[in-house]
């Protein structure tokens, strides 16, 4: 495994992608997410995949510790 120094690249995230990212480093579920921003669950579902591909992590976990890395949310 290798840990390399942070990325310094600036956030990819829309706005939205950014909230729900942030919103599962708290532990919050897909469907809490959909309620709280007034979307369905696909939509969310959709964001995360979107936001996953931008940061070229492989799941959620990794994901949010790409983002906490990085600095675009925290």
Request: net charge positive; with cysteine.
């Amino acid at each position: 495994m290798n840990i390399a120094s942070p990325i310094t690249r600036p956030c990819p995230f829309t706005r939205t992608e950014h909230k729900i990212v942030q919103l599962i480093a708290n532990g919050v579920h897909t469907k809490d997410a959909a309620f709280m921003l007034g979307l369905s669950i696909h939509t969310v579902n959709d964001y995360v995949q979107d936001a996953k591909r931008k940061a070229r992590a492989t799941g959620r976990d990794h994901l949010v510790a790409i983002s906490i890395r990085s600095k675009w949310i925290e």
